[in-house]
């Protein structure tokens, strides 16, 4: 019974050190991008940035027309509950309040951070695996071409810019699919709509939204390239490690989305 | 004593005594790996000189895709010292590396070409990275090697489109593209039809003859291994059974040399196509 106990308490023991492994392996990685960026030049080594571009084509505006109905759909779900839910106190009319506030520091960042993470983040880590296996990474690195400048760099400036921007858009269109709705379902005109709007989101929770969609892009690079990276064992390594790189940087998006809200609501 | 010289230098062996005086240009030492804790290689010893062909070759699980990533520094060594070219692999920094690896070209096995890159771009890769030609000139040099290697026409198809023959070409022409001083390759004609896999021998003939270079091919093939090695290295389970020339290999008494040779000639090789085909699996 103990020694079946303490078995256990020694393969937690070992996943945690490699989980911990794991998330030391995120911060060197950061820390290298971040060194390629400043330092690259110098050694003749710059990171591309025709590359960053050709990326951002792809986690970007690629992504916009499923972010777009994802967020018009959730605008107007998220409408229907807030005038549904409202109505017990008959106080419909405060259903912008909620639509806005939500939407701006919460909705946005965290639908647009799921979509990337299944899109963009498993696609990396598939990326990176399928070159792992067949040698790519390594024939960049007899090259003297460092694989982390030549690639993981330019996908995390790509998402650093694209995240934002597309949660940024996502935002609008779920106000304006909520706004749609309610104007239908509360007579409400749109003017009056998008001034309650103007009234209640300050520019610090556009900020707040922002600045977490700036680290869910970090981390759903971060997680795909690390994912990438492990894949042992051909095709179905990388199927596995997609996978569990999608997984991953859902629940890293959703916890750090938690600990941002309880931060930002305690001061 | 001048007979001797000859016969030696009919053996492909360099006899020159300024080449055997002149530094080695891959010198290992005591070479020891490790995969996890279990020991791979097991003190190995080898030096390959200016303008030599030697190949390595041993039965699966020997250790040779071991040894060639020791010497690509991709896997550093428990113990014991690589030199390419003079300079310690694993002792230099980062930026001597970076150089030093501007020196060398590498062919791997499945080729390794970048999928998102047409085959022009793949060759051209080490010349954007590495020079500050312009592209004209870049795509020139790149056109030339293309022709080296016979794939005139082909500057515009993806590695995806390529057969098994010409993404092995590619790679050896991406591989030579800087007109490196050491070229590794890795199989450079396994699970190809025997006119293409002869046909790379001689290329790999012509660049030794041409511009010196001095190659180390990983091999399989008993054929090709006799025709094209100046020196063969024979592994053994992480051991060195014998390096020597060609007739010294084949007239060797060793038993384990001898069955290994024996055996080789039955044994399969990893068919390109069904690698690609894994790897190309995923997409779907
Ligand atoms: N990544 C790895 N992790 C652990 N062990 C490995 C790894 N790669 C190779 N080995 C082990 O190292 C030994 C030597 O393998 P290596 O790949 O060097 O053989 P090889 O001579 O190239 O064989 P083959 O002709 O089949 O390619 C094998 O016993 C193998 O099990
Ligand atoms: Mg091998």
């Known amino acids: 019974m103990l020694a079946r106990v303490g078995d256990q308490m020694e393969r937690m023991g070992r996943a945690t050190a490699a989980g911990m492994a794991e998330f030391g392996l995120g911060a060197v990685l950061l820390a290298q991008c971040i060194y390629w960026v400043a330092v690259g030049h110098r050694r003749a080594q710059p990171v591309r940035l025709d590359a960053a571009f050709a990326r951002c084509m792809e986690v970007g505006i690629l992504a916009i027309p499923i972010v777009t109905l994802m967020a018009l759909t959730i605008g107007i779900m998220l409408a229907i509950q807030g005038i549904y839910s409202l109505r017990v106190f008959g106080a419909e009319e405060q259903v912008v309040l909620g639509v806005g506030m939500s939407v701006v520091r919460e909705f946005g960042p965290l639908i647009t951070g799921i979509l990337v993470a299944g899109r963009t983040g498993s696609s990396l880590a598939a990326r990176i695996g399928t070159m792992r296996i067949s040698q790519e990474i390594d024939a960049l690195s007899v090259m003297g071409i460092n694989p982390v400048r030549f690639i993981v760099a330019p996908a995390l400036i790509a998402m650093m810019i694209m995240v934002p921007t597309l949660t940024f858009w996502s935002s609008i269109v779920m106000l304006a699919g909520s706004g749609w709705y309610i104007s239908v379902d509360l007579g409400m005109s749109w003017a009056a709509y998008i001034e309650r709007l103007t009234e209640i989101i300050k520019f610090g929770d556009v900020l707040h939204g922002l600045g977490k969609s700036l680290l869910f892009g970090v981390l759903i690079t971060l997680v795909g390239v690390i994912n990438g990276t492990l894949v042992s064992g051909g095709a179905e390594g990388v199927g596995k490690m997609t996978t569990r790189s999608v997984v991953i940087s859902i629940c890293a998006i959703i916890v750090t989305d938690m600990v941002f809200a309880f931060i930002a609501t305690r001061s | ?284």
């Open chain 2, 1 to 284: 004593m001048s007979t001797i010289a000859i016969s030696e230098h009919r053996s492909n062996a360099p006899a020159d005594p300024e080449l055997m005086a002149a530094p080695p240009m891959i010198e290992v030492r005591d070479l020891i790996t490790h995969y996890g804790t279990r020991e791979i290689l097991h003190g190995i010893n080898l030096s390959v000189r200016q303008g030599e062909i030697m190949v390595i070759m041993g039965g699966s699980g020997s250790g040779k895709s071991t040894l060639l990533n020791a010497l690509l520094g991709l896997l550093r060594p428990t113990s014991g010292t690589i030199r390419l070219l003079g300079q310690d692999l694993n002792a230099i920094s980062d930026v001597e590396r970076t150089k030093l690896r501007q020196k060398m070209g590498v062919a791997f096995q499945g080729g390794a070409l970048f999928s998102s890159l047409n085959v022009l771009e793949n060759i051209m890769l080490p010349l954007r990275e590495h020079t500050k030609l312009d592209r004209n000139t870049m795509r020139i040099m790149a056109r030339m090697k293309m022709q080296v290697v016979s794939l005139s026409g082909f500057e515009n198809l993806m590695p995806a489109e390529l057969s098994g023959g010409m993404i092995k070409r590619a790679a050896l022409a991406r591989a030579i593209v800087m007109d490196p001083r050491i070229l590794f390759c890795d199989e450079p004609s396994a699970g190809l039809d025997p006119v293409v896999s002869s046909a790379i021998d001689e290329l790999i003939l012509n660049l030794r003859d041409a511009m010196g270079m001095s190659i180390v091919v990983v091999t399989h093939e008993l054929e090709s291994a006799f025709k094209i090695a100046d020196r063969i290295c024979v592994l053994d389970k992480g051991h060195i059974l014998t390096v020597g020339t060609v007739e010294e290999v084949r007239n060797s008494a060793n038993e384990r040399i001898q069955n290994l040779l024996n055996r080789r000639t039955e044994a399969e090789v990893l068919d390109p196509d069904e690698y690609l085909r894994r790897l190309t699996g995923m997409q779907q």
